[in-house]
């Protein structure tokens, strides 16, 4: 009799070991604080052809002396949408599933500060407070 009583009081131990283990004791994902941060405006001009709805003058909050490429990286991290990104170059080729080159071969994703086109690599142009970003797919 001690010894089922002690076979079932290890299967049990076993399984509620084992459901821990598999859930990761409920745990939540922990995120990193923004230290510095700093607001600005985000959009996202998607072409008409792709039929997905525009981000119009998101707030967000980044992080002090972030990048271009910092910003839609974290927007799109932080809003489950898909990002490409060119590992040799920094350069982003593609926001939620519309690459460059999709609808026209010389269309391409570019970026305006304050109203202004950029020619700077996204990975090289620092964002300051209260900046407007848009994203746009043109030639």
């Not at 941060?37 to 996202?44: A, F, K, M, Q, V």
């Not at 003058?57 to 060119?86: G, M, R």
């Not at 519309?98 to 305006?112: E, L, P, S």
Request: glycine share 6%; net charge negative.
């Amino acid at each position: 009799m001690k010894k089922k009583i002690l076979t079932n009081l290890i299967i049990c131990m076993l399984l509620i070991s084992s459901i821990f283990l598999i859930t990761g004791c409920g745990k939540e994902k922990e995120e990193t604080p923004i230290v510095h941060p700093i607001r600005i405006t985000l959009s996202i001009d998607y072409p008409a052809k792709a039929g997905i709805e525009d981000v119009e003058e998101a707030d967000f909050k980044i992080e002090e002396d972030s990048t271009v490429l910092d910003a839609i990286q974290l927007y799109c991290n932080v809003n489950e949408l898909p990002v490409t990104v060119e590992t040799t170059d920094a350069s982003i080729q593609g926001i939620n599933g519309v690459t460059n080159g999709d609808y026209a071969a010389k269309r391409h994703w570019q970026y305006k500060i304050n109203g202004e086109l950029c020619k700077t690599p996204e990975n090289e142009k620092i964002l300051k407070d209260g900046d407007t970003l848009e994203w746009v797919f043109k030639k």
